[in-house]
């Protein structure tokens, strides 16, 4: 039986498709095996998520996701987002935002599985994997322009 529960935490005002989110992710993770395993998506401002960056990895930098693992059975974690920084880089990769995003939530829980970006070797390793789940599954419409 496949049971998680995901839940989004958006800033208030925020137009976003939550429901169509949470689908996504639980098919990234059922995509990845995970049968039983709850997780947050949370999205931030760039204030909040550079704050976070500082605090956290010491870094006074705004940037596009953070992960932070779960201490609890079976809570994989939180995924930390910033949407300002997602629409900026489909620009920057003339990307759609709604892909972007979707490549942003896998990237963040890739992180929660341990992976790493931090050499050439461990990026390529987390890239491919990160493309190879994109391409399985279907990409929802998010609600971002």
Same mark, same amino acid.
């Given at each position: 039986?496949?049971?998680?529960?995901?839940?989004?935490?958006?800033?208030?005002?925020l137009?976003?498709?939550?429901?169509?989110?949470?689908?996504?992710?639980?098919?990234?993770?059922?995509?990845?095996?995970?049968?039983?395993?709850?997780?947050?998506?949370?999205? *931030?401002?760039?204030n909040e %998520?550079?704050?976070?960056?500082?605090?956290?990895?010491?870094? &006074?930098?705004?940037?596009? +996701? #953070?992960?932070?693992?779960?201490?609890?059975?079976?809570?994989?974690?939180?995924?930390?987002?910033?949407?300002?920084?997602?629409k900026?880089?489909?620009?920057?990769?003339?990307?759609?935002?709604?892909?972007?995003?979707?490549? *942003?939530?896998?990237?963040? %829980?890739?992180?929660l599985?341990?992976?790493?970006?931090?050499? &050439?070797?461990?990026?390529? +390793? #987390?890239?491919?994997?990160?493309?190879?789940?994109?391409?399985?599954?279907?990409?929802?419409?998010?609600?971002?322009?």
């Amino acid at each position: 039986m496949f049971l998680m529960a995901v839940t989004v935490v958006a800033l208030r005002g925020l137009k976003i498709k939550k429901r169509n989110i949470k689908n996504f992710v639980r098919k990234v993770l059922k995509s990845l095996e995970m049968k039983k395993m709850d997780l947050s998506i949370v999205f *931030v401002d760039k204030n909040e %998520i550079q704050e976070i960056n500082r605090k956290f990895r010491g870094v &006074d930098a705004v940037t596009d +996701v #953070m992960s932070f693992y779960g201490y609890e059975e079976d809570y994989l974690g939180d995924v930390i987002i910033c949407l300002d920084m997602v629409k900026e880089n489909a620009v920057n990769y003339k990307e759609d935002p709604n892909i972007e995003l979707g490549r *942003v939530i896998v990237h963040g %829980i890739l992180h929660l599985l341990g992976y790493k970006d931090y050499t &050439d070797e461990e990026r390529e +390793v #987390m890239f491919k994997k990160q493309e190879e789940i994109l391409i399985s599954i279907d990409l929802y419409d998010f609600g971002l322009k």
